[in-house]
């Protein structure tokens, strides 16, 4: 199968990426060193995969296992309980980022940072100190490879979490004695150790190469003699290249030894300014990729970049949508499709623990659909973290073994538009004992259940040409026009939008908003679907991959939007150089 691809790792994807380390190394008040900042799957059981030789030659691994068998020896107050379950997670986050604004280089930083999270549960598999609310002590680890000092840093966090843990688990009980009934599902799933030694992971990215081509990117609309004559109407040109890598170590007193690691690297443009009314206008978007060979080439990004102005110059001129609501037809490209199923549905799907006394089985808006139709009964829906490549593509959201060291499962979600599964982690929900592999953390964060690479498949796909016809067909019936979507800039906003006339013609429109579209608006509205998968990477704080095709809805409420409209600059730029 073939399918279109595209970025999901805008500023705001990255900064999550940053945010989460530095929260999870804010406040540390113990002694540990600071310092500056896809493989065969296994079925359950005790496995090794890659050489066993890998575990006993690195320091770091070796370290982690020999304090954790000391803590699981010694590791008790008098009178207190002993810790039933203790985890070691290391993250080794490398990263690189430059920025260029108006043709010229304006940042440039490489980051390492190595951050620990250690997880001490007291009680029982049935019943725990766990809370919900990102349980452990994190601190940061030595940069030097030396084991001692990592045992020394490992050793003060596990007391730290210890002592956390006795408090949460005598107020937990406590909380629980004012509750008629408990859950009967267990607080953590038990399961069997899995080895898994996987390669070291670095980047491999030309610095000095995307450098230029972030320069040159930022200031073709100034440059370029096809977009130069828009250059009065740029505020910012802004081009970015990221990258990231990290090697992630696991153990656990189940007998769970880990080393994996990924690497994530995104090309990114932004350009905008503001309509003649005032309205602030972008166009925003990139490329993202596994392996930084797979990027863009510079032609291709050049492209890009011009192609951005035009559309941003375009939507400058473009009138504003009606000021009348509207109700009907409106054809999504499988890039908004994409957006939508990652705001609307993945979120819902994850299998988190509602708040304690509650009878709920899960969160989300589909809480109590388990077993109940949640999209039309052509669209199903599967997670497959095993799904390494798409198209001759690595994607993002591909692994072998989750967070919590449990084997990655194919999971079927949706099957004809019934909901069948949730996405889980080791904390059970109700009909759901056990994790499904899909229990995932960001650096130095907590693990919970998380999407990975999500396929939205029609039994009775459309061409492109049959859903464009169907979509006229519906303009005609109902006597109005229509629209189509081809990128949304937000969950709820369609960034490029097109009036679609009963004659076929296209005319473009902004300042749109959607209204009431939401999990009612999958389940009920959706008409029809394309043979056009997108491919839409994101480089978050857990990376994932969301593939769905265009998607026609017969009822979608469209109105303008109204956010406040700026005045526009006082004086004209700069003039640029004569050519």
Not at 114 to 127: E, L, M
Not at 388 to 400: E, F, I, N, P, V
Not at 440 to 460: E, F, I
Request: proline share 6%; net charge negative.
């Amino acid at each position: 199968m073939s399918g279109r691809f595209s970025s999901r790792v805008a500023g705001k994807c990255w900064l999550a990426v940053a945010a989460s380390v530095l929260f999870a190394t804010a406040g540390v008040t113990n002694n540990a060193v600071a310092q500056k900042p896809v493989h065969s799957a296994s079925a359950h059981g005790t496995t090794t995969h890659g050489s066993t030789a890998h575990s006993t030659e690195d320091v770091l691994l070796k370290a982690m296992k020999t304090e954790l068998a000391r803590e699981k020896a010694d590791l008790v107050l008098t009178g207190m309980q002993r810790p039933y379950f203790i985890e070691y997670r290391l993250d080794d986050l490398t990263a690189y980022e430059a920025v260029a604004n108006y043709g010229a280089l304006t940042s440039e930083e490489a980051n390492h940072a190595r951050v620990v999270r250690v997880i001490v549960r007291v009680g029982d598999y049935t019943s725990d100190s766990s809370t919900g609310r990102g349980d452990g002590s994190v601190t940061l680890a030595p940069e030097d490879n030396n084991p001692e000092a990592l045992r020394y840093a490992l050793w003060i966090a596990t007391d730290t979490a210890y002592k956390g843990a006795l408090r949460a688990y005598a107020a937990k009980q406590a909380a629980l004695k004012q509750y008629q009934s408990t859950r009967p599902e267990h607080d953590f799933a038990e399961e069997k150790p899995v080895a898994h030694i996987g390669p070291l992971v670095s980047l491999d990215l030309d610095r000095a190469e995307w450098k230029r081509r972030i320069i040159q990117a930022s200031g073709l609309y100034a440059t370029d003699p096809t977009v130069r004559g828009y250059a009065n109407d740029v505020q910012y040109s802004t081009a970015n290249i990221r990258a990231i890598a990290l090697n992630r170590y696991v153990v656990n007193t189940e007998g769970t030894a880990l080393r994996q690691g990924y690497t994530g690297y995104s090309g990114m443009i932004s350009v905008g300014g503001q309509a003649p009314d005032g309205m602030q206008l972008s166009r925003d978007n990139g490329t993202t990729a596994v392996d930084a060979r797979d990027l863009e080439s510079w032609p291709a990004f050049r492209k890009r970049v011009i192609d951005d102005i035009e559309s941003f110059e375009a939507l400058r001129k473009a009138p504003l949508v009606s000021a009348d609501d509207y109700h009907g037809p409106v054809l999504m490209s499988g890039d908004a499709a994409s957006d939508v199923f990652s705001h609307l549905f993945m979120p819902n799907i994850l299998g988190t623990r509602p708040a304690m006394g509650t009878t709920a089985r899960t969160n989300g808006a589909y809480a109590a659909s388990y077993k109940s139709r949640v999209l039309p009964d052509f669209l199903s829906v599967t997670d497959n973290p095993l799904e390494a490549k798409y198209a001759g593509h690595a994607l993002m959201g591909a692994y072998t073994i989750d967070d919590e060291g449990v084997p990655a499962q194919t999971v079927n979600v949706a099957v004809n538009g019934t909901l069948e599964n949730y996405l889980i982690g080791r904390e059970p929900i109700r009909d759901f004992p056990a994790s499904n592999g899909h229990g995932r953390a960001a650096p130095g964060g907590d693990a919970h259940p998380s999407s990975s690479v999500l396929v939205v498949k029609s039994s009775q796909p459309l061409s492109p040409e049959e859903l464009n016809k169907r979509l006229l067909s519906m303009a005609k019936d109902q006597g109005h026009d229509v629209y189509y979507v081809q990128t949304l800039g937000g969950p709820f906003q369609p960034r490029v939008l097109y009036l679609v006339h009963a004659d076929g013609t296209r005319q473009l429109v902004r300042g749109a908003a959607f209204d009431e579209l939401d999990t009612r608006s999958l389940r009920s509205d959706i008409i029809a679907a394309g043979n056009d998968p997108f491919v839409s990477q994101s480089l978050g704080a857990v990376p994932s991959t969301t593939i769905a095709p265009s998607l026609l809805f017969d009822d979608i409420g469209i109105k303008r939007a109204t956010e406040e409209q700026q005045k526009l600059p006082y004086y004209p730029p700069p003039a640029l150089p004569e050519k």
